[in-house]
């Protein structure tokens, strides 16, 4: 419930805020089996749904500091900006480090995610390997392709997802190898998406996509298991 408000906008209707609850508790986790059985991200798909459903309400941005309950300014996101060419003023990249910026409620504030992470790793809630390989993936493919690898990751959800989405246990690899292989697709698919795709974001897409490739993964990955023995080949010597 918690990562699904933070991937909505401040301004959301509860009415559309409760009916994503029940996608992804409903429909993405107890039709599948309940806890630990759903393949994909709950909060994710329940974010792709209401995207799909009402996309006018889920990109109203309300403006950085605007605390009023009525007429609220909207404003763009730096990806938004980005994608539109429209040759609007970005944010600098301290106001986006300390969320001064249009965006969902969990994607601006670069500095908390990061102590977020931080915090996790401490306590060994989650592996640094997927949310690291997931950033330094992104950063050096949009390096590649002339982007800006600091805006990127920066902007739109990719800490929030890297950090707190893609480490799911229920939907993520376990042994490492796997989930270096699975942190590099999230990272590729999400700059492509923002690149060549018609939707400047593309963290939620990813993660569900490599969500749904983790069992594929892991049988490709699968670690050597030591002490097993070989199966003696037809005519080998007793």
Not at 40 to 46: C, D, H, M, R
Not at 155 to 183: C, E, H, K, Q, W
Request: contains cysteine; charged residues 10%.
């Amino acid at each position: 419930g918690v990562l699904l408000a933070m991937n909505l906008p401040v301004s959301i209707s509860p009415i559309i805020a409760a009916f994503g609850g029940v996608i992804a508790i409903v429909v993405v986790k107890q039709m599948f089996g309940g806890i630990g059985q759903n393949f994909v991200n709950p909060a994710l798909t329940a974010r792709i749904i209401l995207m799909n459903s009402f996309p006018a309400k889920m990109t109203a941005w309300t403006a950085p500091m605007d605390h009023s309950f009525s007429d609220a300014m909207t404003t763009a996101t730096p990806l938004g900006v980005l994608s539109e060419g429209t040759g609007a003023a970005l944010p600098s990249y301290l106001d986006m480090f300390l969320g001064n910026t249009g965006g969902c409620l969990g994607e601006t504030c670069a500095l908390a995610l990061i102590l977020g992470g931080i915090y996790l790793v401490a306590r060994r809630v989650i592996s640094p390997v997927i949310p690291v390989t997931y950033l330094a993936t992104a950063a050096a493919l949009s390096a590649l392709l002339g982007r800006d690898p600091l805006m990127d990751i920066l902007s739109g959800g990719l800490l929030l997802g890297a950090i707190f989405m893609a480490t799911d246990y229920t939907t993520s690899p376990i042994n490492f190898s796997a989930r270096v292989i699975y942190a590099v697709g999230c990272g590729v698919l999400t700059i492509l998406i923002r690149q060549f795709a018609s939707l400047p974001e593309g963290v939620s897409y990813s993660i569900v996509l490599m969500n749904i490739l983790v069992p594929l993964i892991e049988r490709v990955a699968k670690p050597q298991t030591f002490g097993k023995m070989k199966a003696k080949k037809a005519g080998d010597a007793k």
